[in-house]
T-cell receptor, first 114, second 116 residues
């Protein structure tokens, strides 16, 4: 158990809908990262927040948005869902902002868009 | 363009045999290098990392990796594989720049199957 929690574990929804994925980082961690793992694209970095502020951005679609709240939990919002958005979404957390800090991964949320 | 390549999609190895997983990267500067393992239904766990210094790094679970700058490689090895090592292994690289603080770029992964 990494100490990172993600809810829900599974999510099934229809095309065009909007969903919110939630992540609680390990106690004391200030950075939160979101990754998408799909058969087509592999494991891709989406976005990083540090203490409430966006710090790095990857291949995140405009239909997707994220935020980190004052209590440091983070939410990833996916809207106008398409079949291709079906994937495993991981959240990770670390103490600091750079790569020298180990990223601890949560168990993921499996999103199925039908 | 920056890239991370894991040439082997799938490897089958006998329990007790040695294992080597290949990773090649293409980056502008010396990157930070990582190996992660993903067991079925689990998140990723860091096995080891290389930032600088000794090019042979030791990790958890008996794994080690060697950074070879001339070959742009960071191969993962284990002398004797256990059945519990069956998993998917990902090589990842990252650069330390102000606009990519925590950004990791992952390879496609290598699935390791361990036979009795």
């Amino acid at each position: 158990d990494s100490g990172v929690t993600q809810t829900p574990k599974h999510l099934i929804t229809a095309t065009g809908q909007r969903v919110t994925l939630r992540c609680s980082p390990r106690s004391g961690d200030l950075s939160v990262y979101w990754y998408q793992q799909s058969l087509d694209q592999g494991l891709q970095f989406l976005i990083q927040y540090y203490n409430g502020e966006e710090r790095a951005k990857g291949n995140i679609l405009e239909r997707f948005s994220a935020q980190q709240f004052p209590d440091l939990h983070s939410e990833l919002n996916l809207s106008s869902l398409e079949l291709g958005d079906s994937a495993l979404y991981f959240c990770a957390s670390s103490v600091g902002v750079g790569l020298s800090y180990e990223q601890y991964f949560g168990p993921g949320t499996r999103l199925t868009v039908t | 363009a920056q890239s991370v390549t894991q040439p082997d999609i799938h490897i089958t190895v006998s329990e007790g045999a040695s294992l080597e997983l290949r990773c090649n990267y293409s980056y502008g500067a010396t990157p930070y290098l990582f190996w992660y393992v993903q067991s079925p239904g689990q998140g990723l766990q860091l096995l080891l990392k290389y930032f600088s210094g000794d090019t042979l790094v030791q990790g958890i679970k008996g794994f080690e990796a060697e950074f070879k700058r001339s070959q742009s490689s960071f191969n993962l090895r284990k002398p004797s594989v256990h059945w519990s090592d069956a998993a998917e292994y990902f090589c990842a690289v990252g650069a330390v720049t102000t606009d990519s603080w925590g950004k990791l770029q992952f390879g496609a992964g290598t699935q390791v199957v361990v036979t009795p």
